[in-house]
């Protein structure tokens, strides 16, 4: 099936960088936008710094929210088609050119069911998997019920075909849910976490004192806290650094912040890795990029 859609989009890129990015692209939050590729430039910004070009790309409202459901996930893939025939309009002033066999998406809310569906994820209403993306960062994911999820089990699932790496990024104040529901399910937004296998690798994030807002734009501490754990995540999985792995959600840490990893075991780089306790505290140095 055709369809007519315009895809804004803004790019964020290091400047005088030559020979091949990683591509990471970030899809925002809500039903629909005309202007949600200029927000949370922050993380662009961030990742860009070290040799990424980052995308954010914008999802217009759909006809029906059903409709939303199926219109973002072919967002990530039309702009991923034309990144790859080359038709996509870049900076004149682009050194660098986009590596497609790295790419990687992020994003939150409704933009982490988008990272979910792009990645791999299967959902009530079907699947979107673009075998391109390679990582997923999924900011606020929503549990069983949420966008189509669905939960039977470990074996009859949403999240158990996931085969790419994940970094599932919860506040504390968010994490029962649906929202609204007065029969909320606890740990809600912690499924994709728990349910995705652990090979190849997945880390999970809960912080302390953030609702949903404020994973989305928030103060300081938690943004600074997302765009450097993410970017280190980012540096493993794109850029082929594992010898950084054990600092995934280590970076700037906030006091009370549930960290957990599940990788293959067969794993030398995380086997080097200090355990993670549940609500961590201390505070780890984010200089080494």
């Known amino acids: 099936m055709r369809r007519t859609r315009t895809i804004a989009y803004r790019v964020y890129y290091p400047a005088g960088?030559?020979?091949?990015?990683?591509?990471?692209?970030?899809?925002?939050?809500?039903?629909?936008?005309?202007?949600?590729?200029?927000?949370?430039?922050?993380?662009?910004?961030?990742?860009?710094?070290?040799?990424?070009?980052?995308?954010?790309?914008?999802?217009?409202?759909?006809?029906?929210?059903?409709?939303?459901?199926?219109?973002?996930?072919?967002?990530?893939?039309?702009?991923?088609?034309r990144l790859e025939a080359r038709s996509l309009p870049l900076p004149a002033d682009l050194a660098g050119t986009p590596d497609l066999t790295r790419i990687a998406h992020a994003g939150d809310?409704?933009?982490?069911?988008?990272?979910?569906?792009?990645?791999?994820?299967?959902?009530?209403?079907?699947?979107?998997?673009d075998s391109r993306v390679k990582a997923i960062l999924p900011i606020s994911p929503q549990g069983p019920g949420g966008f189509g999820a669905f939960e039977n089990g470990p074996a009859n699932n949403s999240w158990r075909e996931l085969s790419i790496p994940s970094f599932v990024l919860v506040g504390a104040d968010e994490k029962n849910g649906p929202l609204g529901d007065p029969?909320?399910?606890?740990?809600?937004?912690?499924?994709?976490?728990?349910?995705?296998?652990?090979?190849?690798?997945?880390?999970?994030?809960?912080?302390?004192?953030?609702?949903?807002?404020?994973?989305?734009?928030?103060?300081?501490?938690?943004?600074r806290y997302l765009r450097l754990n993410i970017r280190r995540f980012l540096q493993v999985f794109l850029q082929g650094r594992e010898a950084l792995v054990c600092d995934i959600g280590r970076l700037t840490l906030i006091p009370g912040t549930d960290l957990r990893r599940k990788t293959d075991p067969s794993w030398s780089a995380v086997r080097e890795c200090p355990p993670l306790a549940s609500n961590t505290v201390g505070n780890v140095s984010a200089e080494s990029r």
């Open 183 to 223: 029969q909320q399910l606890t740990d809600w937004r912690l499924y994709p976490y728990e349910r995705a296998p652990a090979a190849p690798a997945r880390f999970l994030a809960v912080l302390p004192g953030q609702g949903h807002g404020a994973m989305a734009g928030g103060a300081e501490p938690a943004q």
């Open 109 to 129: 809310s409704w933009g982490a069911y988008t990272a979910h569906a792009v990645g791999g994820a299967r959902f009530t209403h079907g699947q979107y998997r």
């Open 17 to 81: 960088w030559r020979g091949p990015l990683p591509v990471v692209l970030f899809s925002h939050g809500g039903d629909g936008s005309t202007n949600g590729h200029t927000q949370l430039g922050h993380f662009g910004t961030e990742w860009a710094s070290t040799g990424f070009l980052a995308v954010h790309l914008n999802h217009l409202p759909s006809a029906t929210i059903s409709q939303h459901d199926a219109d973002r996930p072919v967002d990530v893939t039309a702009i991923l088609d």
